[in-house]
């Protein structure tokens, strides 16, 4: 479910309002769990 993904993808269109404000109006949404731990990482130190 997409309440329950740890990776979720987002389709839609982006929103300008005043200044700086900006809103993704999403349209679909794709659970990308399955890719979880097959992913390739790096390692990165950010001290």
């Known amino acids: ?26 349209q679909r949404f794709t659970n990308l769990n399955p890719l979880l731990g097959r992913l390739p990482t790096e390692s990165r130190d950010f001290r």
Do not use: K
């Open 1 to 26: 479910t997409i309440l329950g993904a740890r990776l979720l993808a987002v389709e839609g269109v982006w929103q300008r309002g005043d200044g700086d404000v900006r809103h993704l109006l999403a």
